[in-house]
T-cell receptor, first 116, second 112 residues
Framework: GAVVSQHPSRVICKSGTSVKIECRSL??????MFWYRQFPKQSLMLMAT?????????EQGVEKDKFLINHASLTLSTLTVTSAHPEDSSFYIC????????????FGSGTRLTVV | DAKTTQPTSMDCAEGRAANLPCNHS???????VYWYRQIHSQGPQYIIH???NNETNEMASLIITEDRKSSTLILPHATLRDTAVYYC?????????????FGKGITLSVRP
């Protein structure tokens, strides 16, 4: 089946630094990828939708200058949390699909970000 | 906002069938019903999806009512590893940019 690899699985960074999270589709080309954030005991909240070769579409209330998304190829999307602060500590999850996916949407295993 | 409503939680005995209900009374004709589950601290796992016909795969069965306003996910023989949060989501399958909007899901606890 379709596999999405997300890296790193855990990261701890200092307040004010930037962190990059990678999301790769391993055995299919992902024209569209999605980024979610999940706080403890809450559901997944969609942050943005990225399409290969174009600018990401951010959900209302998500700062695009803080959460930089790049989808430069059909197999890789990255999320960079810039100038991270403790309130950015969360579980970040990516998802990918193709235009003809028969699996629905495939999710990465998530990245636990802790900002200290 | 999520377009589905699910009970907050339920439990079932190991080896028995788990029937997870979902209401989606405002579903439109082109929207599919998706089920995902999330085990603690992992990414959601695809289970099954369907449009109007009942569907079955190696993991579960999906029963959609004729009016499509509700559905039931059936795990035929629940195991302890099926303990997770199960999300019922409606979305357009044919559009590449269609996004999945997660509600609160239902927490299934499988007891020994």
């Amino acid at each position: 089946g379709a596999v999405v690899s997300q890296h790193p699985s855990r990261v701890i960074c200092k307040s004010g630094t930037s962190v990059k999270i990678e999301c790769r589709s391993l055995d299919f080309q992902a024209t569209t990828m999605f980024w979610y954030r999940q706080f403890p005991k809450q559901s997944l909240m969609l942050m943005a939708t990225s399409n290969e070769g174009s600018k990401a579409t951010y959900e209302q209330g998500v700062e695009k200058d803080k959460f930089l998304i790049n989808h430069a190829s059909l197999t890789l999307s990255t999320l960079t949390v810039t100038s991270a602060h403790p309130e950015d500590s969360s579980f970040y999850i990516c998802s990918a699909r193709t235009g003809a996916s028969s699996y629905g949407y495939t999710f990465g295993s998530g990245t636990r970000l802790t900002v200290v | 906002d999520a377009k589905t409503t699910q009970p907050t939680s339920m439990d079932c005995a190991e080896g028995r069938a788990a029937n997870l209900p979902c209401n989606h009374s405002t579903i439109s004709g082109n929207e599919y019903v998706y089920w995902y589950r999330q085990i603690h601290s992992q990414g959601p796992q695809y289970i099954i999806h369907g449009l109007k016909n009942n569907e079955t795969n190696e993991m579960a069965s999906l029963i959609i009512t004729e009016d499509r306003k509700s559905s039931t996910l059936i795990l035929p023989h629940a195991t302890l590893r099926d303990t997770a949060v199960y999300y019922c989501i409606v979305s357009y399958s044919s559009e590449a940019n269609s996004k999945l909007t997660f509600g609160k899901g239902i927490t299934l606890s499988v007891r020994p």
